[in-house]
């Protein structure tokens, strides 16, 4: 047995987002997902599904599934939640502000939802666990929404009234993510119209991402102003582009994709990053016969119409499991010369089969990209609780810990303790 061993205060975590896991949210979201939930489970009925997974409550072909509703209830569980971390040696823990919680009304903040987020950061602390706070993760007010959110530049300086407004509140948090993904973001949001508000505009699109890039250096400059020794970055979506047939046109495509899907945000804010947080999940194949339908590369559909490359190995959501990819994404990011966080990498697995291998595989490409000088100083599964995917709801299971959804009884998965084992040695045995 070889031990692929860890740098010393390597960071081992997990991650969650506020409107995934904590219930009861008032924002965009929510409020879209009762307006399309029966939308979507007309459409799920049209679909086939392993038997297996339609005993798991609630099933994707009922309305309670795509209604977030109380999710995890980890607004109320969190101490839980976090003894359950603790339990597995976990030393750090990323999750999201809710925007709709601290800020329901325009300029209107709510002083008792921040000490909550303040008891929420004490709960880590004091087990132990170093708190990564995201600022945005998607979901906006509603009155923030209904003047067009990030579409419309001058709305950017209310997002950064919310920043500058935690960022007093929470001035021991050590670790700021300002937007997670905002390029996953833009594409279902605005471009491919699958997400709120549902728009399908490559103008409105492109704008919406360039106004993120405005938001995240506001951001950073104001969170600076208040804590110059806080550690900002991002969570990015950087995806794998290899080329299939070799020729000049996949050649020049993969370089495309590498430039605008996986560098030009981090290009644009290099110099307000302390470090980049990498959400990995995709291995994409470029073939020139793609070019048909593009946006298919980061669709959100149903297993065996989402991923373009054949392949015997996927996840739930039949994305494919490619762990050398990490590798490739990270030597690719070492150009920034930035301290990377791998903010988020997991899979649906409802039977808890593949998840084991999944996480050690991929830190065996980890380990191998630190060896090459690459500055990983941590690791976040996605996601410590099964949750709320979004718009397919709560079908596919993420989590380290599987949720009852009836009970709302927490229960450790055995690929949690292969993980916790990894964590208390800091190696990796192969």
């Known amino acids: ?14 991650a969650t987002s506020s409107h995934q ?4 949210n008032h924002n965009d979201w929510s409020r879209w997902e009762k307006e399309t939930a029966d939308s979507k489970v007309k459409h799920a009925k049209y679909q086939t599904w392993p038997d297996d997974l339609l005993k798991k409550y609630p099933s994707p072909l009922v309305k309670e599934n795509y209604i977030s509703d109380q999710a995890c209830d980890h607004y109320h569980r969190f101490e839980e939640d976090f003894d359950l971390a603790q339990s597995l040696h976990h030393s750090a823990h990323r999750f999201s502000i809710e925007w709709s919680r601290i800020e329901p009304e325009e300029g209107k903040f709510d002083g008792a939802e921040i000490k909550h987020y303040q008891k929420v950061i004490l709960a880590l602390r004091t087990r132990g666990i170093e708190p990564f706070v995201n600022l945005w993760h998607w979901t906006n007010p509603t009155w923030f929404a209904e003047k067009k959110g990030f579409l419309k530049k001058e709305n950017i300086k209310y997002f950064v009234r919310f920043v500058s407004y935690c960022a007093k509140q929470f001035k021991d948090v050590k670790f700021f993510i300002t937007l997670n993904e905002p390029d996953i973001y833009t594409l279902n949001s605005y471009l491919q119209g699958l997400w709120p508000p549902q728009k399908t505009s490559l103008v409105e699109s492109i704008e919406v991402y360039l106004n993120l890039i405005q938001a995240h250096k ?5 969170i600076k102003k208040i804590n110059p020794q806080a550690m900002i970055g991002i969570a990015k979506n950087n995806a794998y582009f290899e080329i299939g047939q070799s020729s000049v046109i996949n050649r020049f495509l993969k370089k495309m994709a590498d430039c605008y899907w996986n560098h030009y945000f981090l290009k644009k804010t290099a110099d307000k990053l302390d470090f980049i947080g990498l959400n990995y999940y995709f291995h994409i194949k470029i073939q020139a016969s793609l070019l048909r339908s593009p946006l298919r590369w980061f669709s959100q559909n149903k297993p065996s ?4 490359i054949p392949s015997t190995l996927l996840s739930d959501l039949g ?3 490619y762990p050398k990819g990490i590798y490739k994404v990270l030597k690719d990011l070492g150009k920034y010369n930035k301290p990377i966080y791998i903010t988020e990498n997991g899979l649906a697995n409802h039977d808890d089969s593949l998840r084991a291998d999944f996480i050690k595989e991929h830190l065996f490409w980890i380990n191998r990209a630190i060896r090459e000088d690459i500055n990983v100083r941590g ?7 099964d949750n709320f995917e979004w718009d397919k709801g709560f079908w596919p299971r993420f989590g380290l810990i599987e949720i009852d959804y009836q009970t709302m009884k927490r229960t450790t998965r055995p690929s949690a303790l292969i993980y916790d084992e990894i964590i208390k040695n800091n190696y990796l045995e192969i």
């Open 1 to 14: 047995m070889n031990k692929l061993i860890f740098p010393r205060n390597f960071l081992w975590g997990a």
């Open 21 to 24: 896991v904590e219930g009861h």
């Open 218 to 222: 506001q951001a950073y400059d104001e």
């Open 305 to 308: 119409t989402l991923n373009p």
């Open 319 to 321: 994305w494919e499991i």
């Open 379 to 385: 690791y976040f599964y996605w996601s410590l609780l």
